[in-house]
């Protein structure tokens, strides 16, 4: 090194010395291009939820307009920036409404009675018109089997060959932004029609056609069942085991120590497992029941009978809207569906939460067909029964842990990242093929639960599980009948949030 240059420092190039840039996020730029802050403004009112959920529903919105808005309307000017922050305004007016009537909605009826009801009927229907397949009732033969369970369940939204219809969720949507949105808001069409448009192609040409495929279920089912006890592990899979050593003292002193560890694992799992038990069913018992008042527009589907001797109430918590559907099957005991009436003004304590989740799970797995079955869903019925009380408390605890901020995050990434997989709207995956299909279907009859739930199984299952696994996947084989399963939950989700919607 010269003498210069050691006593002359190189100085620092101005290119160096200046800041380098931050790229702002997508929603900062496309949303809140004005914005000169570093925060986000607050989407939802509710103050529990961390920043992560804002920071991401931002990010879906912008995705959304960036990908459906932006293309067709840069071609028509490229100066106007305000158009799309305008938009990005009622929609976050909307999902503020939506976040407020979210919050006064009464879920654990909604998913302890109304979804399982609707399940319970969709199986009975299903079977029903199985059972009528080439006979005279599809004038023989001439009607499929979507065909004649379109009879038991008619729907303005959907026809009788599974195909949707548009303008149903078109008026459907629209009623959500007038009720959602301010009247200065409302009037413009542009505004609103791009949103409703938006939210219509997302919701009937991305998600609504695959979830209700039988290989997305089959997929759904085996992805929360998790792995069964007959894959086998890694090292099973790679085929390779220890080497084996001959016997002595150092051999020996291992496995003990290694039992000890084991034994000392399991006691602590066991007292972690006791210790999370008794302060859950502190914090339950502490909790007062649940009451829930139903107003008169509110109409019932459960016609329970209520005596006045009995000073249990059974609340009639489902679809406050008259649906278009109807059904000419019949379930057994309190699962039936009869005509809507409307209910006096009254508060009920909301009792019996098990009961309609276990007759689907009977109606399901047919479990009043066998014997043993019967007398095991009969024994287990009298123990809840007894512990009424205490089921009543607790399922609502764990529908509201369960509903958890990191699950409404989860989602909302997941969402993202399945529309969006590269900040655009990614082509369509291809369907399995047949053969795949075929296979998913297969792992999920030869499926079989870790540690005690394989020993429940014979006597819910019965002596043949994959036969008994097999028709209960049988109501779930048909698109066009589960589009009907998922357009009655849509209904009943709807009308429970916007019950003007049903003019009561």
């Not at 909307?94 to 399982?116: C, G, M």
């Not at 220890?242 to 560890?261: C, E």
């Not at 019967?374 to 369960?402: E, G, Q, V």
């Amino acid at each position: 090194m010269s003498l210069h240059s050691r006593n002359h420092p190189k100085q620092p190039s101005v290119l160096s010395a200046q800041p380098r840039t931050v790229q702002q996020p997508l929603a900062k730029r496309l949303l809140f291009p004005s914005n000169t802050g570093d925060a986000l403004p607050p989407l939802l009112n509710s103050q529990d939820l961390p920043p992560e959920v804002t920071a991401e529903l931002y990010d879906f919105i912008a995705l959304a307009l960036r990908a459906f808005v932006n293309p067709w309307w840069t071609k028509i000017t490229r100066y106007d920036k305000e158009f799309l922050p305008q938009v990005s305004r009622i929609i976050e007016t909307v999902v503020r409404e939506l976040e407020s009537r979210l919050q006064t909605l009464d879920l654990p009826p909604l998913a302890f009675h109304d979804i399982p009801a609707i399940i319970t009927q969709h199986y009975a229907d299903y079977r029903s018109a199985a059972s009528k397949v080439s006979s005279s009732y599809a004038n023989g033969g001439a009607m499929s089997l979507p065909q004649l369970f379109h009879q038991h369940q008619p729907h303005m939204a959907i026809s009788a060959d599974g195909q949707l219809n548009h303008e149903y969720f078109r008026q459907v949507i629209d009623h959500i932004l007038k009720s959602c949105l301010p009247p200065e808001d409302y009037e413009p069409d542009s505004e609103r029609y791009i949103v409703r448009e938006v939210v219509l192609k997302v919701l009937l040409n991305d998600v609504l056609p695959k979830i209700v495929q039988p290989w997305f279920i089959h997929k759904t089912m085996l992805d929360l069942l998790g792995p069964s006890e007959d894959e086998p592990d890694a090292l099973s899979q790679e085929g390779t085991s220890p080497p084996s050593s001959p016997l002595s003292i150092h051999t020996l002193l291992v496995v003990v120590l290694s039992a000890l560890q084991a034994f000392s694992g399991a006691c602590l799992a066991l007292i972690h497992a006791y210790k999370q038990a008794i302060s859950t069913i502190k914090f339950v018992n502490q909790s007062s029941p649940r009451l829930a008042a139903v107003s008169s527009k509110i109409p019932s589907t459960d016609r329970l009978e209520r005596t006045t001797s009995s000073q249990r109430v059974h609340p009639p918590p489902s679809s406050p809207c008259p649906s278009t559907s109807s059904s000419t099957s019949s379930i057994p005991s309190r699962a039936t569906l009869p005509s809507l009436s409307p209910v006096p003004h009254a508060s009920y304590a909301y009792s019996g939460y098990f009961e309609t989740p276990f007759l689907m799970l009977t109606e399901i797995f047919s479990a009043r067909e066998r014997f043993v079955s019967n007398i095991a869903m009969t024994i287990i019925s009298m123990i809840m029964l007894s512990a009424t009380p205490f089921l009543d408390k607790l399922l609502p605890y764990l529908l509201s842990t369960t509903l958890s901020p990191s699950f409404i995050l989860n989602i909302i990434r997941l969402s993202k990242r399945t529309l969006f997989p590269n900040g655009y709207p990614g082509p369509q995956p291809p369907d399995p093929t047949a053969e795949e299909q075929a296979e998913l279907r297969a792992r999920l009859l030869a499926w079989k639960g870790r540690s005690s739930i394989a020993y429940i199984f014979p006597f819910i299952l019965g002596p043949e599980p994959s036969r008994t696994l097999d028709a209960a996947l049988e109501p779930l084989s048909s698109a066009p009948c589960n589009t009907h399963l998922l357009i009655m939950i849509f209904d009943r989700l709807i009308a429970g949030m916007f019950p003007e919607l049903c003019g009561l």
